[in-house]
């Protein structure tokens, strides 16, 4: 593991723990994460912008849109940011579209948001979540994006 990569990990494990314990991300956490993807992948890879955070970005957008179409259709109201989608966590997806390749953000995506809602069901009564009925879900995507990196580097 790079000097990168944990730095990476130590603001992941910052947006865990204030999603857990606070249910939103602050601005300096969000801008952390950003800048340690920015620099791990300058020096990793030599570049920032790609093809590959279009896709995703493009990706992204795409099931936000789908999403407030849906939010209208079923509650009649477009607000779906802050009453059914926290804002940290679509900030969370627009900044980790930064660091994974297309292929690698599809899967990370859809499998994070599977285990989001296995976990959600597991322990809503318990640990964490007492009487907030909301998902952390930035914190739980960034606790299985730290094990999905592990097991890209294993």
Known sequence: ????????????????????????????????????????????????????????????????????????????????????????DVVFWVVISFYLNFTSFLIWFNLSLIVSLVIHFLLKNKLWYGSSKKIPLAGLQSMFLMFFILYKLW
Request: charged share 10%; aromatic share 22%; proline share 0%.
């Open 1 to 88: 593991m790079s000097t990168y990569d944990f730095i990476l990990f130590t603001a992941l494990i910052i947006v865990f723990y204030q999603d857990i314990k606070k249910r939103y991300l602050h601005l300096f956490t969000i801008l952390y994460l950003l800048l340690s993807i920015v620099i791990s992948n300058y020096f990793t890879f030599g570049y920032i912008v790609s093809m590959e955070i279009i896709f995703n970005l493009i990706y992204l957008t795409v099931l936000i849109g789908i999403l407030f179409i849906y939010f209208k259709l079923r509650f009649k109201s477009w607000r779906l940011i802050d009453s059914g989608l926290g804002m940290g």
